[in-house]
């Protein structure tokens, strides 16, 4: 069966990003000319997905309204001849079917995909993480899409991997797995969090995942840890010893948007590659840099 729908879930609190997600969702955040979780989306439905289920909670209506249709705004841009922007607006509205869930308290990762657990259904779907952006490598699919190709071939779960350095373990879930060639990963085990010297491996797991609709029975079942979450790495934990699943290094730069350096470097990062704002920010950062960072 293909995969047709995608979960993203938006309903952590942000913590990270204060005070910027005081009153503001961190997935809204724009980088360079669109927020966050726009590239999230159009990186769905660029891999064939048909309809997405955002979870979101309290205060995070704006990521709705985002996708949503715009009378006034529309009818302003049409009086003003503006009709790039007026294209642009109303292709958000149109470009995907979206449903919103909300999770009522943030308790964690695998309790929000199990909020979209009815909307799914039983059949394979795809999780996105609302702040994580994949930059493909040139000539290479979109992350997600570059997972749904796997899956397609091989019929057996698949999430993203990274190799990230020593020091930034700490923050991800990292895989036990053996290598099957080409990039891919079969994954035994994986730890959440480890400290860099009882990590297993340097792969670490990034946020999009093509999974089996048993997973919702797991984390049905996945107890909550120490800080009241139910952890989506514990429900892979106990679907590894289900059944193959499997790891995939995607190619492309990948940016946790979440936190502000990461944030600072998918702007700057993304900015550069800009097809018009690209050049003229580059010409600046140079001329900045090369005055000392006192001007340009
Ligand atoms: P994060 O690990 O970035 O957590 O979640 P967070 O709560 O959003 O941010 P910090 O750590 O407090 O700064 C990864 C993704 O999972 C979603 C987040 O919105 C983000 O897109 N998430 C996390 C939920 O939807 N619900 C949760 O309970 C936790």
Redesign the pocket.
Known sequence: MAVRKAII?????????LPATKASPK?IIPLVDKPAIQYVVEEAVAAGIEEIIL?TARGKQALEDHFDRAPELEAILEARGKRDELGEVRRLAEFVTLIAVR?KQ????G??VLVAKDLVGDEPFAVL???DIIDPAPGHASGLGQLIALFEQRREPIIALQEVPDDELRHYGVIRGEPLGDDLWRIHDLVEKPEPALAPSRLAVVGRYVLPPEIFTILEETRFDAHGEIQLTEGLRSLARLRPLNGYCVHGRRYDT?NKLGYLIATVELGLKHPQLGAPFRAHLEAHLKAGGKGR
């Not at 879930?9 to 990003?17: C, D, E, K, N, V």
């Not at 943030?106 to 990762?109: E, P, R």
């Open positions: 879930p938006a309903a952590g609190l942000g913590t990270r990003f997935e979870v999770q943030a308790l964690g990762l309790h929000a993480l609302g702040d979440g």
